[in-house]
C-alpha cells in the first residue's frame, strides 16, 4: 500500500495562518502542519499539543488558544465518504454520543480521554442524551467545544 505523496490538512485554533495546508513526505507531523500555518501564536495552549502526532489525508489539526476551557489540540479524522463542499450529512460517518466508547468519542474535534470519560460518566448518571446540544452538560464542553462538533455528533 503505498501512502499519497501529498496531504491536504486544515490547520486551524491558535496557529498565525489557520487555513488548508498541503504536506508532502513519508511521515508528515503535526509540527509541520503548524509551520506551514505560519507557527503558534502567543496565546496557543503548548499543554495540549503534541508536534510529534503523525496525519494522514484530509484531517483537521486545531490547536486550541490558552483559555479555552477543556480544550485541547484536536487532530481530527476526515470524515469518511462525505466531499468536502457541503455535501449531505452521512449518519455513518458521526458519532452516537448515547452509544460511543470512549475510542470513537475522543474521534470528535476537542475530545481528549478525559472529555471521553465524562461525557460517558454523564449519559449514566444523567440519562441518555435527547438533543446534541445536551453534550454541553458535561463539564468541560462549552459553546465553543460544542460548535467544532455539532457536524459530527447524533443522539
Known amino acids: 500500500m503505498s501512502l499519497p505523496s501529498e496531504l491536504y490538512v486544515h490547520v486551524d485554533g491558535a496557529v498565525a495562518n489557520p487555513g488548508v495546508y498541503v504536506l508532502s513526505g513519508e511521515s508528515p507531523r503535526v509540527g509541520q502542519a503548524v509551520e506551514l500555518a505560519g507557527g503558534l501564536t502567543e496565546d496557543a495552549d503548548t ?9 494522514t ?3 483537521k489539526v486545531y490547536i486550541p488558544h490558552a483559555g479555552e476551557e477543556g480544550e485541547q489540540a484536536v487532530v481530527s479524522d476526515p470524515v469518511s465518504g462525505v ?7 452521512d449518519t455513518s460517518s458521526t458519532v452516537d454520543i448515547n452509544t460511543a466508547t470512549a475510542e470513537e468519542l475522543q474521534s470528535l474535534p476537542g475530545v481528549g480521554e478525559a472529555t471521553a470519560r ?3 460518566e454523564e449519559r449514566e ?5 435527547t438533543s446534541i446540544e445536551d ?10 467545544k460544542f460548535e467544532c462538533m455539532r457536524e459530527r455528533i447524533r443522539v
Not at 458535561?138 to 465553543?144: A, M, R, T
Open 83 to 89: 466531499p468536502s463542499g457541503g455535501a449531505a450529512q
Open 118 to 120: 465524562a461525557i460517558i
Open 125 to 129: 448518571r444523567g440519562g441518555p442524551f
Open 135 to 144: 453534550i454541553m452538560r458535561v463539564s468541560g464542553i462549552g459553546e465553543k
Open 47 to 55: 499543554l495540549s499539543v503534541n508536534l510529534a502526532a503523525p496525519l
Open 57 to 59: 489525508d484530509g484531517e
